[in-house]
């Protein structure tokens, strides 16, 4: 029941309310609630998800291709070094080369096959069984291949029953991994995970052209429209609600749950489409223009370029995906390593703070990481407890009143960072990466974010413990305009720059640069 409902009630039989007893306004109030949350469900669109998971979320479950394979190898390894030792006399360092390569060339060939064929990739409405069927022909082409190696090298002592075990053996391996990983991403699609969000700049007949065939679709959700000329939008199209100017989308909650803008403007309009970039170019969002499709083959082609990618691609050269995967994984290694090497030294650390001043161990604080998204950042506590300063509204000068005796030194030492492992190790942080700055931080008297226009792109890719812009003099507090532009440059350069080499380059001379700078104030 909407206000205006209520008060016609109310105005039809003035004694009504009155007259109701507590049971009866509670049933009341209820019935007005349903109704005010069914308009709000309304104005939040068709595609809005039932569980929201941020681009960071959505962009690990697509990197799962990349575990996928790195357990097959080590299942078809396994089961090819097992067979090999079985079939092979005596041990496997003294085996006759004629014994081993089958297994090994027959291993190969099936690993190969599973990358170069595209095994890992699990298109939306494909069915396990065909899946499986390609799983069981390739591993038939492995054991072609070993039998075939087999023979040319030993002849009429060819070992055919092993190797027909070993091809046995390794299918049901991988027909038991398959089946896990096509359930697991059967459940990640119910949920949501592996369907890309988008919101609009534009409300067009590009716009509805694109949210009609998505609707029909159903592999991407367009979360929402903006559109500086709300005068003449309306408030919503095929149900998907205009939620305000391009200028609104910069400051809007839903950024970190968005992996791409897509302007759905006339490419024609030249003018129109550099300005609406130049603003926009402050996200770290992806943006896209959507050129005008012609017919409902090119709608449904530009879809499958915004739905693309169901999983992270396995094949060809190194791109995005492979590299977060390469990064995930370092981090998760030296993580675990470090957390476990560092435990004395922050078991230590701790008591030192419980002894020096009264309050807790930690301190948490919400910074910015990937895509804009607010995580909670551990630190030890290095200020009293009542200066703590979650905001950074003013941030740390020499000789700062507000830090402790072994807040001074953790601080200098950067050895207040080290809870940050438990940060990487969730995955909101990596190792290495730009500094994640505290929400809402100021240089001065104005935000830092505001100070460059390219701001946000340092949040294209995870916030690190050290960076490429610790490392080369941008460390601790931004005191003025020029501290921030320098240090947003050197983030964007690592970002650009981010490699496996650079990264174990970085971790390696941050302890020397770190503590041979006596002048940073951190």
């Not at 991407?220 to 919503?236: C, H, K, T």
């Not at 413990?465 to 964007?492: C, F, K, Y």
């Amino acid at each position: 029941m909407t206000d205006a409902a209520s008060r016609l009630s109310f105005d039809a039989d003035p004694g009504l309310a009155g007259g109701l007893d507590v049971p009866g306004l509670q049933a009341l109030a209820q019935s007005m609630s349903v109704d005010r949350d069914g308009a709000a469900a309304a104005r939040r669109g068709p595609f809005r998800p039932e569980v929201w998971l941020n681009a960071r979320q959505r962009h690990a479950s697509r990197l799962a291709a990349h575990y996928f394979r790195a357990f097959d190898v080590i299942a078809v390894t396994a089961v090819t070094l097992l067979c090999a030792w079985a079939s092979s006399p005596g041990p496997l360092l003294h085996a006759d080369v004629s014994q081993l390569a089958p297994f090994a060339l027959g291993g190969l060939t099936v690993l190969a096959l599973m990358r170069s064929l595209g095994r890992y990739r699990f298109a939306r409405g494909q069915k396990t069984s065909l899946h499986l069927a390609s799983v069981a022909g390739i591993v038939a082409a492995g054991a072609v291949v070993a039998m075939a190696a087999g023979w040319a090298l030993q002849g009429a002592a060819a070992q055919w029953s092993a190797w027909l075990i070993w091809s046995g053996l390794v299918l049901i391996s991988l027909y038991a991994l398959h089946m896990g990983w096509s359930d697991t991403v059967g459940r990640w699609r119910a949920s949501g995970a592996l369907t890309p969000n988008i919101v609009l700049v534009g409300a067009t007949r590009r716009a509805e052209s694109l949210i009609r065939e998505a609707l029909k679709r159903r592999d991407l959700n367009v979360l929402g429209i903006f559109d500086d000329r709300l005068a003449r939008s309306p408030r919503a199209i095929e149900g998907v609600p205009v939620l305000g100017t391009a200028d609104d989308l910069l400051t809007h909650k839903m950024t970190p749950y968005v992996d791409r803008v897509v302007l759905a403007i006339d490419p024609k309009a030249e003018a129109r489409v550099r300005e609406l970039n130049a603003r926009l170019r402050t996200l770290p969002n992806e943006v896209t223009l959507l050129v005008e499709p012609n017919g409902e083959a090119e709608t449904r082609s530009a879809l499958d370029r915004l739905a693309a990618a169901p999983l992270a691609d396995v094949s060809g050269p190194v791109d995005h995906d492979r590299r977060a995967f390469n990064k995930r994984l370092q981090d998760l290694v030296m993580g675990l390593i470090a957390l476990v090497l560092l435990a004395p030294v922050m078991a230590l650390i701790a008591l030192a703070i419980r002894l020096d001043s009264p309050g807790p161990i930690f301190f948490r604080q919400r910074r910015h990481g990937f895509n804009h998204e607010e995580i909670v950042v551990w630190k030890f506590r290095s200020m009293k407890q009542e200066a703590a300063d979650a905001t950074a509204s003013r941030q740390v000068t020499h000789d700062d009143d507000r830090v402790t005796r072994v807040g001074r030194f953790i601080r200098k030492t950067s050895l207040d960072e080290l809870p940050q492992l438990l940060n990487v190790i969730t995955g909101e942080m990596s190792l290495v990466g730009p500094r994640p700055h505290a929400i809402g931080m100021k240089t001065g008297h104005v935000e830092s974010a505001r100070l460059v226009a390219e701001y946000a792109h340092r949040h294209r890719i995870k916030p690190g413990m050290t960076g490429w812009a610790a490392v080369n003099g941008s460390r601790g507090p931004l005191h003025t305009a020029q501290d921030v532009r320098t240090r947003v440059r050197l983030d964007i350069e690592y970002v650009e720059r981010q490699s496996l080499w650079l990264d174990l380059w970085i971790m390696a001379v941050t302890v020397p640069v770190l503590l041979g700078d006596r002048a940073s104030v951190r």
